[in-house]
């Protein structure tokens, strides 16, 4: 059998490139710089996207929206058409209320990260599960799948033919789900797909909501992370930071959250809502049950070749290692 023709930019990549690369990517740097997103009006404010980057290596740290103070006022009410730029939606928890979404791109610079775009919505009557989220309040989503995916979600309770609520309530693996976390009932959503809540959490008691953390899928894929915030919370100018259930697996490689942040400042007059501590986690199946080891993807291999840098897990290093020593021909 004849030896593969390997490309030259592999072999640059990879051979020549790992035995300068042994660094680990999980050291995070204080000092950031920003890099804007796409900004909307929303009420009589604004709402942007911004991605935080180490001012080195350039990797994503910090991936955030920021909403200004005026944008609390001058919200659509229920019965009001969507403001320029944004769209309307009824939503599918069982009752007659509708979300505004305002979607927003995020800057080029997320494409290492796990997360594809945001959409904001702005739920001025709430929405069900009945006594626990039917607050006015924002859902905060920062999207996985593109918005060309998302924008087929088809959700009706009342279809003849439920297919839809079938796929979005589709489970994912449980791995790929944090510890606690469980379906909620009636949370499949057009554009949106099923919801995820932590179930012990105090968030979820009647009256108790103000700020809680959610996971969404659709059709066995998880599709977003949200933090969900109450009008009132915000209002109250809140400076939270909180830790993160982390997964044990992972879907697609890339950086992804260990804390996330709701932090007014007064200086500015903003709210900051922000996915915190991105750190490299590589895709892998939630149960190794083929004893095949994760390797190296199309995400991981540009990321070392944006960055420089290998990812510090055993299972890649040895992959790099054995695809080094077989392009050298040792």
Not at 44 to 57: A, H, I, Q, Y
Not at 133 to 148: I, K, L, N, Q, R
Not at 248 to 271: C, F, K, L, M, Q
Not at 279 to 304: H, W
């Amino acid at each position: 059998m004849k030896n593969p023709a390997w490309p030259i930019s592999f072999v640059t990549t990879f051979v020549f490139l790992f035995p300068a690369l042994q660094l680990s990517n999980s050291a995070q740097t204080a000092a950031t710089d920003t890099i804007p997103g796409e900004e909307r009006a929303i009420g009589n404010g604004k709402v942007r996207t911004w991605l935080k980057v180490d001012p080195k290596t350039r990797e994503p740290r910090v991936l955030g929206v920021t909403l200004t103070e005026a944008g609390l006022s001058g919200l659509p009410k229920e019965a009001d058409s969507p403001q320029a730029g944004s769209t309307k939606h009824k939503l599918m928890d069982g009752g007659p209320d509708h979300t505004f979404e305002y979607e927003l791109k995020f800057p080029p610079d997320v494409a290492e990260t796990a997360f594809n775009h945001m959409g904001f919505n702005w739920n001025p009557v709430g929405h069900g599960p009945k006594g626990v989220f039917t607050m006015p309040h924002f859902d905060v989503h920062f999207y996985m799948a593109t918005p060309e995916y998302r924008h087929h979600i088809e959700v009706d309770l009342q279809d003849a033919d439920p297919v839809h609520i079938k796929t979005s309530n589709l489970e994912p693996p449980a791995q790929f789900l944090p510890k606690d976390y469980q379906l909620a009932p009636n949370t499949a959503e057009p554009r949106m797909g099923s919801h995820y809540a932590d179930v012990t959490s105090p968030q979820l008691k009647p009256g108790n909501f103000t700020n809680i953390f959610l996971i969404g899928a659709h059709g066995g894929s998880i599709l977003f992370w949200e933090p969900m915030l109450t009008k009132a919370y915000l209002e109250s100018k809140p400076r939270f930071t909180g830790k993160l259930k982390m997964p044990e697996a992972y879907p697609v490689s890339g950086y992804y959250p260990t804390a996330y942040s709701v932090i007014y400042d007064r200086n500015r007059r903003e709210y900051d809502i922000s996915l915190d501590g991105l750190t490299f986690r590589l895709a892998s199946y939630p149960k190794n049950v083929y004893g095949v080891e994760p390797c190296i993807d199309s995400r991981v291999a540009q990321m070392i070749s944006k960055y420089k840098r290998v990812p510090d897990i055993p299972s890649t290093k040895k992959c790099i290692s054995l695809l080094s020593g077989a392009i050298s021909g040792k």
